[in-house]
């Protein structure tokens, strides 16, 4: 992410952040399984930070591509937690609404290779079966 910072790749940015969220998702993962409950919302806070960012930078642009992208991981990291970050269960309105959104944004953009794996995150999150 600093690295596309300095290169001034202002459109690269939320994917880089998308990606270390995911990341840091992953680790919080590992630190729970070890027991180390601070490190674990330690990285879910990173987390929850690189996907805000990566919004603010994606609502500027627009991008809406993006933006598909942030409320996808945003519903697929967050929408089976069962603690709190931040004092949230979940940090945004709802996974309900981000997949929601990000349905809608797929469809008005065609951005059909995201198909698939709304249909996954609607299956795991809201009980929809995948078709």
């Given at each position: 992410v600093d690295g596309l910072r300095h290169a001034g790749s202002q459109?690269?940015?939320?994917?880089?952040?998308?990606?270390?969220?995911w990341y840091s998702f992953a680790e919080a993962s590992e630190h729970k399984l070890h027991g180390h409950e601070l490190e674990a919302t330690q990285c879910l806070i990173r987390a929850q930070s690189d996907l805000d960012e990566a919004?603010?930078?994606a609502e500027r642009?627009?991008?809406?591509?993006?933006?598909a992208d942030i409320?996808?991981?945003?519903?697929?990291?967050?929408?089976?937690?069962k603690s709190e970050v931040r004092g949230?269960?979940?940090?945004w309105e709802s996974p309900q609404k981000d997949l929601a959104e990000a349905r809608r944004l797929i469809e008005k953009c065609?951005?059909?290779?995201?198909?698939?794996?709304?249909?996954?995150a609607e299956s795991a999150i809201l009980g929809k079966p995948a078709k």
């Open positions: 459109h690269h940015i939320p994917r880089g952040l998308l990606t270390r969220a919004w603010e930078i642009g627009p991008m809406p591509l993006h933006m409320h996808l991981h945003r519903a697929r990291l967050f929408g089976g937690q949230q269960k979940y940090p065609g951005y059909l290779r995201r198909m698939e794996e709304l249909e996954d």
